[in-house]
């Protein structure tokens, strides 16, 4: 069985992420076909616009599959990962670049990989059982695949509370943090794909309001406590505050490891200050470059899905530690061949 569905049908290219057993985990492989497909349709006349979903109930996405770097890097081989990114990142950039409608159906998970195949698409659509989230940080990896871009647009500093915690995203969160758009009830979602396709005109996606949001109903405390990149100083602010916001985001934030949070906050303000894909991407990449050998990203797979125990040993660090991991990389930078 192909992990990855590609072909075209009426006036539409299709990609069906095909490993609903890994929930759509994103391969290397994977990125590469997604790309190969996306240049061939940009001058299709025959395609007006591309669908992405994912096999399975369970998940669009539910991220990168990892394994492969934690046995690659045991055995110091650390540009497999590098080689990786580099080439993941290229796709995400020409996703959020792409001159036709890309349509993404986000079911169930959404995360991490998920989050550049998905939510850099010009529709994104999500339903009731739709869980996005950026949970990178509790790996020892920072939000990357483009996602401080989409953190960085995010009303007030909502995009520092969700890069920083990790917190999961229900339809209505989402679409009030920029990472979906449309609000669509699942049992719609086939006839949707069908007039799609037959149709090659986004004009058939039709919204209903979206169910409220629990990050709307928090902005104020969220801006509060998280308009600082310092870590100390939000905690000292939601312990201050207290409440459910407190009581909800003080856990993740202890279980995270620090570095990658620390990091992941000063990515997030630089690109506030540039809001290009180009600039999250060339940060992001400055740190997931070194992550392997310098970051607590290995400690983190082996706590999450190698020996499973959720008991990460993360380093303590340093403010040169962090300048460290964000210092711009020379000869190594992401170099962008075109405008897209």
Avoid at 107 to 120: A, D, L, Y
Wanted: net charge negative.
């Amino acid at each position: 069985m192909s992990d990855i569905i590609i072909r075209k049908d009426g006036r539409a290219g299709l990609i069906t992420l095909n490993r609903p057993k890994a929930l759509n985990a994103l391969t290397w492989d994977m990125c590469l076909a997604i790309e190969a497909a996306l240049d061939d349709w940009r001058t299709d006349h025959l395609v007006d616009l591309i669908l992405i979903d994912g096999a399975g109930d369970r998940a669009f996405c539910s991220g990168g599959d990892i394994a492969d770097m934690y046995a690659s890097a045991q055995r110091r081989d650390f540009g497999y990962g590098q080689r990786f990114w580099r080439d993941e990142y290229r796709l995400n950039r020409k996703i959020h670049h792409y001159p036709k409608p890309i349509v993404t159906f986000l079911h169930g998970f959404t995360m991490g990989g998920g989050v550049g195949i998905g939510c850099h698409a010009s529709h994104r659509i999500v339903c009731d059982d739709s869980r996005i989230a950026m949970p990178e940080c509790s790996i020892g990896l920072v939000p990357d695949v483009g996602g401080s871009l989409i953190l960085a647009r995010a009303e007030g500093y909502l995009g520092s509370y969700l890069g920083l915690t990790g917190d999961r995203m229900d339809a209505g969160d989402a679409i009030h943090a920029g990472f979906a758009d449309h609000y669509i009830a699942a049992p719609s979602w086939e006839a949707l794909k069908s007039v799609l396709i037959t149709t090659g005109n986004v004009a058939a996606i039709q919204p209903s309001p979206p169910p409220p949001s629990r990050l709307k109903d928090w902005q104020k405390a969220i801006d509060a406590a998280f308009g600082t990149p310092d870590l100390t100083d939000i905690r000292t602010k939601l312990a201050a505050q207290g409440g459910t916001l407190a009581d909800h985001a003080l856990p993740l934030l202890d279980y995270n490891a620090p570095l990658a949070m620390a990091v992941a906050a000063r990515i997030i303000g630089a690109v506030r200050r540039d809001p290009r894909i180009e600039t999250a991407l060339d940060h992001e990449f400055r740190y997931t470059f070194r992550c392997a050998a310098q970051g607590d990203f290995i400690e983190g797979i082996r706590a999450a899905i190698i020996d499973r125990d959720r008991s990460p040993r993360w380093q303590n660090y340093t403010y040169d530690d962090i300048t460290a991991m964000t210092a711009p990389l020379g000869k190594d930078a992401l170099i962008w061949e075109d405008a897209t």
